[in-house]
Structures are given as C-alpha cells and as structure tokens.
C-alpha cells in the first residue's frame, strides 16, 4: 500500500537555526511529491513540488527540498529559520498510474515551533 | 485573483443531523477536491469532483455526499452527523483537473463540530 510517513511529530528548534523536516513514501509506481505549510486556523499554502528533473527543488520562504528515489525520501530544509516559520508541515504524493485523476496522499504532519 | 472560499468558516451541529458546506474554486479552475482533517487520522480525501462529475472517491461511508455546479462552486452534504464527523473539512481547486502535476490550491477549511 502506498503511504507517506513524516518521521518527527513535533520539531522544536531555536530562531535562525537550520532545521530538517524528514519524509519517506512508499509506492510500487512513480510518485509526484509535495509539501503544505499549515499556520493556525488556515488552510494548506504550497510550499514546493517535485515533479521531475533536478532534483533539488527551491520553494517559498527559504525552503527547499530534495528528492532522494533509491531512499524514497522527500526531506525539506531550511538554513535559517525565523519564529513566522512555525507550523505545521505536510508532505505529500500524488501517485502516476499514467492518467489524470489522482488524490493527494498525506503524510500525519510535522509541527515546527521556533524559539526565539 | 481570489483564492478557494468556504463557507460556513465554522460550523456546530447535533448527531443526526445534516449539513451542506460550501466551496468556491479560484476563478477559471474546473476540478475540486475535498479532504477531512482530525488529529487522529489527519488528512484524508473525501472525493473529487470535475466538470460536474465525480471521478474519485476516498473510503468513506456513503453519509458522505457531495456535488459540482456548472459554474465549478462545490458543495459536500454529511447525513446523519456523528461525533467523528468533527474535523477541519478543506476543500482545494485546481486549473484543468488534466494533470497530476497541477498545484491543488486549498481553501481556508469549514471547522464542524457535532455535539
């Protein structure tokens, strides 16, 4: 079964610290992958997306996130963080059976606080 | 552009009960999707609705309901409201609906809660 797990539940880290946000999936066919940020009490904004290609992707805000397919991993990163960048993260994929249709599948979230 | 409305923003009913939410897609988009978040299964997908017609369905029971108008607006109806059905409902549009690499752009959430 195809799944996507975010390692860390809860990740606190002190104001313009570098910090890792840790994904892996499992699919049996290619995946497209992405990462929502979720501040309090809003939806889900795009951080960044995977498609193909390099693949080091560059998003908003700083972060960027690289693929890795023989670890099947999706890891977002940030050199420095600031106290706005507390939220929750979700990383996702959306699985290629080679049609146009398909549902974002969704990792259980990682909960960013930075400290000041 | 305006982004993906919902509305209501928050919600409380009753078990048994139903309710009607509502989502307007960015202007221009055609494909819709609904999701549910709870703390305890996160988020999962509800269905998703295109030019009118429903091409995709998570596993949930069938009190769970929804439909597209020709002008894309979405609404999802919950029958018979449990206390489960408590969550951050959050509906999210994209373009053509054509590709899997289109952004899903998501809406602020209607917050139910059943009493």
């Known amino acids: 079964a195809q799944s996507v797990t975010q390692l860390d539940s809860q990740v606190p880290v002190f104001e313009e610290a570098p910090v890792e946000l840790r994904c892996n999936y499992s699919s049996s066919v290619s995946v497209y992958l992405f990462w929502y940020v979720q501040y309090p009490n809003q939806g889900l904004q795009l951080l960044l997306k995977?498609?193909?290609?390099?693949?080091l992707v560059k998003g908003i805000n700083g972060f960027e996130a690289e693929f890795n397919k023989s670890q099947t991993s999706f890891h977002l990163r940030k050199p420095s963080v600031h106290i706005s960048d507390t939220a929750e993260y979700f990383c996702?994929?959306?699985?290629?059976?080679?049609?146009?249709?398909?549902?974002?599948?969704f990792g259980k979230g990682t909960k960013l606080s930075v400290k000041p | 552009k305006a982004g993906v409305t919902q509305t209501p923003r928050y919600l409380i009913k009753t078990r048994g009960q139903q309710v009607t939410l509502s989502c307007s897609p960015i202007s221009g988009h055609r494909s819709v999707s609904w999701y549910q978040q709870t703390p305890g299964q996160g988020l999962q997908f509800l269905f998703e609705y295109f030019s009118e017609t429903q091409r995709n369905k998570g596993n949930f029971p069938g009190r769970f309901s929804g439909r597209q108008f020709s002008n894309s607006r979405s609404e999802m109806n919950v029958s018979t409201l449990e206390l489960g059905d408590s969550a951050l409902y959050l509906c999210?549009?994209?373009?053509?609906?054509?590709?899997?690499?289109?952004?899903?752009?998501f809406g602020p959430g209607t917050r139910l809660l059943v009493l």
């Open positions: 996702a994929v959306r699985l290629n059976y080679g049609g146009s249709q398909g549902n974002l599948i």
């Open positions: 995977y498609l193909s290609g390099s693949t």
């Open positions: 999210a549009s994209s373009a053509a609906g054509r590709s899997l690499q289109e952004t899903q752009y």
